[in-house]
């Protein structure tokens, strides 16, 4: 067993908690379309891009909309509420134990990246204070391909310049997990481990984590 040499965060869930975002967003323009979002339904958004989560939020609510304009505008709307909710962010949000993670990454020279395909990445970084600690960025602004596509993490790898095979991605979403694996990488996932059973190991947070959790 020994070191990746670069790890790849995701952003939504793993480092700060705006998952909750997500679904206030959703679920208020559920709400403006008659029906109802559940909490449970999160579940079916994590890490997928904006215009596939509207898709899955018009199934849910038996909704056909063929105008692709106007779902634009609907997907800008929720954006506009999300917007709305994570400019109140505060370096509070940061999800326990992360930091210090982070820090113990930097003072063993593993180099640190964001694989996010949210176009939002940097607004979050910026608010809670985060964004001196990473080495590359790769945001829904440099990728085409939502994830479970590998090239969010593949982009990271490049610009990191260490293979594939030496980066470890963390992970909150099945999606995410399918995409690392699928880019060759090692994964753990952060949350519930009957839902990220595919992952190389699960974590319930990053409090108390040592190297050993990057050894492979």
Not at 35 to 58: P, Q, S, T, W, Y
Not at 126 to 134: D, N, P
Not at 152 to 179: H, M, Q, T, Y
Request: contains cysteine; hydrophobic residues 45%; aromatic residues 8%.
């Amino acid at each position: 067993m020994k070191l990746v040499k670069a790890c790849i965060f995701d952003l939504d869930g793993v480092i700060v908690n705006t998952a909750r975002y997500h679904y206030l967003a959703w679920k208020r323009l559920a709400n403006e379309l008659g029906f109802e979002l559940l909490e449970k339904d999160n579940e079916l958004l994590k890490g997928v891009g904006r215009m596939e989560a509207l898709e899955i939020i018009l199934k849910i609510g038996n909704i056909q909309i063929y105008d692709p304009k106007f779902k634009e505008q609907l997907a800008e709307k929720k954006n506009m509420y999300y917007l709305e909710y994570i400019n109140q962010m505060t370096k509070e949000e940061i999800l326990p134990g992360v930091l210090k993670f982070l820090q113990l990454l930097i003072d063993h020279n593993i180099k640190i990246a964001i694989g996010s395909v949210s176009k939002n990445t940097r607004t979050i970084l910026k608010k809670v204070g985060l964004e001196s600690y990473f080495d590359v960025v790769v945001d829904g602004y440099k990728i085409s391909k939502a994830k479970p596509d590998p090239e969010v993490f593949l982009k990271a790898s490049l610009e990191l310049n260490v293979p594939p095979n030496e980066c470890c991605v963390f992970e909150d979403a099945i999606v995410g997990v399918i995409a690392a694996k699928s880019a060759g990488m090692k994964c753990v996932g952060v949350g519930d481990p009957r839902i990220l059973k595919d992952a190389d190991k699960v974590i319930q947070s990053f409090e108390n984590q040592g190297l050993e959790l990057v050894m492979f």
